[in-house]
T-cell receptor, first 114, second 114 residues
Framework: DQQVKQNSPSLSVQEGRISILNCDYT??????FLWYKKYPAEGPTFLIS?????DKNEDGRFTVFLNKSAKHLSLHIVPSQPGDSAVYFC?????????????FGQGTTLQVKP | NAGVMQNPRHLVRRRGQEARLRCSPM?????VYWYRQLPEEGLKFMVY????????ESGMPKERFSAEFPKEGPSILRIQQVVRGDSAAYFC????????????FGPGTRLTVT
């Protein structure tokens, strides 16, 4: 039962352009959504989060949009840089759980070409 | 302030041997999560511990796997009688308080079972 899905395994973008990574979820009890970035042989690094009561959160070049009615969120990176090349994971926290555990999508590999 | 530390970074075990994975949380953090990432998949929650207590082990296989977080020392994930299907990257995350999505990940231990 995949509660968080990232349907695009990979994305290739030219440097300077916008990267848009998408994520869908099924559980309406999720109360926080997060994006993590992961380089090979390293652990995930927190990028940006959004509460379920908001529809947008921005931090520098990174913006996350949440569409609750569609159970969809997206991460926009503008402008994209070669150093952004990594695997991006969408994750969600179940607000009805008493533990704070995160549920991750399968990841999308972003390649930013110079 | 050192980040989350995991050791060993790489571990090779033959089928039937035991694997012990260690996680030292960030200073001041008393909450530890373990996640497993199988090849080509996202991270999957295994267990959540506070000092000396297992709070949620709903993601951990019932047999051969155990976890502890003693009063002193690192958290340990123990896998007895390893099988090839246990080959994966195991990540530990720590957080400063309960019920928070704020989790900081270690670099992971890559377990290979031959």
């Amino acid at each position: 039962d995949q509660q968080v899905k990232q349907n695009s395994p990979s994305l290739s973008v030219q440097e300077g352009r916008i990267s848009i990574l998408n994520c869908d979820y099924t559980n309406s009890m999720f109360d926080y959504f997060l994006w993590y970035k992961k380089y090979p042989a390293e652990g995930p690094t927190f990028l940006i989060s959004i509460s379920s009561i908001k529809d947008k959160n921005e931090d520098g070049r990174f913006t996350v949009f949440l569409n609750k009615s569609a159970k969809h969120l997206s991460l926009h990176i503008v402008p994209s840089q070669p150093g952004d090349s990594a695997v991006y994971f969408c994750a969600a926290r179940d607000g009805s759980s008493n533990t704070g555990k995160l549920i991750f999508g399968q990841g999308t590999t972003l390649q930013v070409k110079p | 302030n050192a980040g989350v530390m995991q050791n060993p970074r790489h571990l090779v075990r033959r089928r039937g041997q035991e694997a012990r994975l260690r996680c030292s949380p960030m200073k001041g953090h008393s909450h530890v999560y373990w996640y497993r990432q199988l090849p080509e998949e996202g991270l999957k929650f295994m267990v959540y511990l506070q000092k000396e207590n297992i709070i949620d082990e709903s993601g951990m296989p019932k047999e051969r796997f155990s976890a502890e977080f003693p009063k002193e020392g690192p958290s340990i994930l123990r896998i007895q009688q390893v099988v090839r299907g246990d080959s994966a990257a195991y990540f530990c995350a720590s957080s400063p308080r309960a019920l928070t999505y704020e989790q900081y990940f270690g670099p992971g231990t890559r377990l290979t079972v031959t």
